[in-house]
Nanobody
Framework: QVQLVESGGGLVQAGGSLRLSCAAS????????MGWFRQAPGKEREFVAG????????NYADSVKGRFTISRDNAKNMVYLQMNSLKPDDTAVYYC???????????????????WGQGTQVTVSS
């Protein structure tokens, strides 16, 4: 059974930074394509960033390019999301997701990820 546990959310002022972490367990972490998604109140869940199994390939939503960085540590079974220059529009619950099917493409649709964490709240005040 795959378990994903996010941490690192909180309240931050606009322009500030946060680092989200996701701890994975239950299956070989290096076999998982990992992604971060977010969902704001009244909105659909949206893709934020994704990273390939080796970490050599990443993908970002246009809204976060240049501000957010996804990374992973396969030795520690961890994936991270460094968020800089935060804006009030970044306020949402952030979810970690995993995909264990073969392939190298970094998917951006939530339907391609089979395992999800419980989410961590990020609130950016203006």
């Amino acid at each position: 059974q795959v378990q994903l546990v996010e941490s690192g959310g909180g309240l931050v002022q606009a322009g500030g930074s946060l680092r989200l972490s996701c701890a994975a367990s239950g299956r070989t972490f290096s076999s998982a394509l990992m992604g971060w998604f977010r969902q704001a109140p009244g909105k659909e869940r949206e893709f934020v960033a994704g990273i390939s199994r080796s970490g050599g390939r990443t993908n970002y939503a246009d809204s976060v390019k240049g501000r957010f960085t996804i990374s992973r540590d396969n030795a520690k079974n961890m994936v991270y999301l460094q968020m800089n220059s935060l804006k009030p529009d970044d306020t949402a619950v952030y979810y970690c997701a995993a995909r264990y099917e073969s392939g190298t493409y970094v998917y951006t649709s939530a339907t391609n990820y089979g395992f999800w964490g419980q989410g961590t709240q990020v609130t950016v005040s203006s």
